[in-house]
């Protein structure tokens, strides 16, 4: 049966996130219902992962699978005149036959964003975190960088990955960069894979080393400890984007 | 008695525009009220000029009087913990006894965004136009070069000025420039004042000369009929931002 990809874009704001759940209004709920409405079937699409509610998507993929073939450009146009206006699918084309959206992902970029100004810039209230204390952003860059390589990531994942045997809390993080942008800066996370929770758990600890309540040089004793209650809290949800997924 | 100036900026999407109006939520009503809260008497903010419904402030201006002297940065800080966070006050700075806000004013700027691409970004909704057809960029271009200067704009005022003399309608914009961005164009008006509705009428009227439906060349005649009825439609008011006011 046909297969195919969809990139999707969605302003997390009023959602429950992106997966299915009892008595919420998802992501996945929506875009699955408007392609129902519209290939007059129930249809499933997975997405490459979940997203938290509050969490916002640049590039999130999605794949679903049709009875037979459908024609993408006016698919894409339905989808779009069905969905509310807070999720645009941005494309959609024809997957191989092996693809997974999430099981073929060999990739992410999330970015998480920090507003410093004292006063919050209205228009950024929902899409950055606003501090109101000041922050050692040469500190916080210096514990940044410890969290980059190859580690085992039970200390910054919530439960939902954590009853998994350790290896699976093993992940590379190709970079985490801190780039400066008007109003504040921005917090570029890529690596091959995410746990659950993991890039707000990292942002939270990150945010206790900037605001001095921790020491940067304390990052791989959290990291070694395999053990949650070691990092910061959970950074809150609408800073944080899901950039883009890759696929091999 | 003193006399401030209060720099603000807001998200103008849920608000009934700047200007108090009966049975609605404007911003002049929320920031009266906040500062009568704190200063425990009844207070008036008087604006650089009203808003409309969903048009966005990215430095509006207002003024208010005071019985006594006030700490202004204990009042900044007190207003934008009473107020939404659509609605920012940037600053507060005391004002000669003669600075009137309204009256004072000696030019401003506004830009209009314009979302081009087939999809809508999603974070631009409420903040851009979208336009689905397709948009002549060097005939907007040029339609728009034609209203630079001093002109009677009574053909792109809305009737609240329209009741005035002819002489009231005379206004020189300094520049009216389009700006390519990502996803589309902004169109960046700044001259010394403007009338009713006069940025969204002219861009509506530029609107359908980049769609096809007008000629660059009839601007000068819409002008000279000074007829509100020989011009565009106003564009939807959420792509408008007020970004500055000058006084000298």
Redesign the interface.
């Given at each position: 049966m046909p297969k195919y990809k969809a990139l999707i874009?969605?302003?997390g704001s009023s959602f429950s996130g992106w997966q299915s759940q009892i008595n919420s209004l998802s992501v996945q709920d929506l875009i699955e219902k408007a392609l129902a409405t519209i290939l007059r079937v129930p249809m499933e699409i997975i997405g490459s992962g979940r997203t938290d509610a509050g969490v916002?998507a640049l590039g999130q993929v999605g794949h679903f699978i049709t009875e037979k073939e459908i024609e993408t450009e006016k698919v894409l146009y339905s989808l779009?005149s069905l969905l509310p206006?807070?999720?645009?699918?941005?494309d959609i084309s024809e997957a191989p036959e092996d693809f997974h959206a999430r099981y073929s992902a060999t990739g992410k970029i999330y970015h998480y964003h920090l507003h410093l100004d004292p006063?919050?810039?209205?228009?950024k209230?929902k899409?950055a975190l606003h501090l109101q204390h000041k922050l050692d952003i040469a500190e916080l860059k210096a514990a940044a960088s410890l969290f980059v390589g190859t580690h085992d990531f039970s200390s910054f994942a919530n439960q939902q990955s954590q009853g998994s045997a350790s290896l699976d809390a093993v992940r590379t993080l190709h970079r985490l960069d801190v780039i400066e942008q008007p109003g504040g800066i921005r917090l570029e996370f890529e690596g091959t894979g995410f746990l659950y929770k993991m890039v707000r758990n990292i942002v939270g600890t990150l945010l206790e080393v900037g605001g001095g309540k921790r020491l940067s040089h304390e990052i791989p004793y959290i990291l070694s400890a395999k053990d949650r209650k070691k990092a910061g809290r959970a950074a809150e949800p609408h800073g944080l984007f899901l950039v883009k997924v890759f696929y091999s």
């Open positions: 874009s969605y302003d916002h779009n206006k807070e999720i645009r699918i941005l006063i919050m810039d209205p228009f209230r899409y």
